[in-house]
């Protein structure tokens, strides 16, 4: 949301599954609307319970 708020936005090139490239954009919207907001911060969520020892460890070191 801080990218779009400034234009911007990060591009995901993918190819058989696989990250190829990732580059920043300028765009013209400006955010995304409450449903893709909410779905985000489920999704957000779920990848920190998933992962939360990980990050803790790496914030560690």
């Known amino acids: 949301m801080l990218l779009h708020t400034f234009g911007w936005a990060i591009v995901m090139e993918f190819e058989d599954e696989e990250i190829k490239r990732v580059y920043p954009?300028?765009?013209?919207?400006?955010?995304?609307?409450e449903d893709s907001n909410t779905d985000?911060?489920?999704k957000v969520s779920e990848y920190m319970k998933e992962?939360?020892?990980?990050?803790?460890?790496?914030?560690?070191?």
């Open 40 to 42: 985000g911060y489920i």
């Open 51 to 61: 992962n939360v020892e990980q990050l803790a460890k790496e914030a560690k070191e």
């Open 25 to 33: 954009a300028r765009v013209k919207f400006r955010g995304f609307d």
